[in-house]
């Protein structure tokens, strides 16, 4: 079983910058590979970022490819996502999640979620 805590989210003027970052717990968290979602108020929940099990593989939405990166650090069992150029439309609640998958960027492949941080971007 993993555990995931979000932290990092907020409120940022358009054009800024937030980072965000998961913390999981056990020990076989390089057996995941990792993603981040977000759930925008009235719509479902898409994909934005994922990371291969050893980082050496990043995958991203066309919607944010150029402004967001992800990255993990196995050995401090976090992974996070560096927001830069926000957009008002990037405002959502952000989930990371772990798959057994050497990775996914389809949400019901899976296994964990954590609970979950607003970012707000304001114009």
């Known amino acids: 079983q993993v555990q995931l805590v979000e932290s990092g989210g907020g409120l940022v003027q358009a054009g800024g910058s937030l980072r965000l970052s998961c913390a999981a717990s056990g020990r076989t968290f390089s057996s995941y590979a990792m993603g981040w979602f977000r759930q925008a108020l009235g719509k479902e929940r898409e994909f934005v970022v994922a990371?291969?099990?050893?980082?050496?593989?990043?995958y991203s939405a066309d919607s944010v490819k150029g402004r967001f990166t992800i990255s993990r650090d196995n050995a401090k069992n976090a992974v996070y996502l560096q927001m830069n150029s926000l957009k008002p439309e990037d405002t959502a609640v952000y989930y990371c999640?772990?798959?057994?998958?050497?990775?996914?960027?389809?949400?019901?492949?899976?296994?964990?979620w954590g609970q979950g941080t607003q970012v707000t971007v304001s114009s």
């Open positions: 999640a772990a798959t057994r998958r050497p990775y996914s960027t389809r949400g019901y492949e899976y296994d964990y």
């Open positions: 990371i291969s099990r050893a980082g050496g593989a990043t």
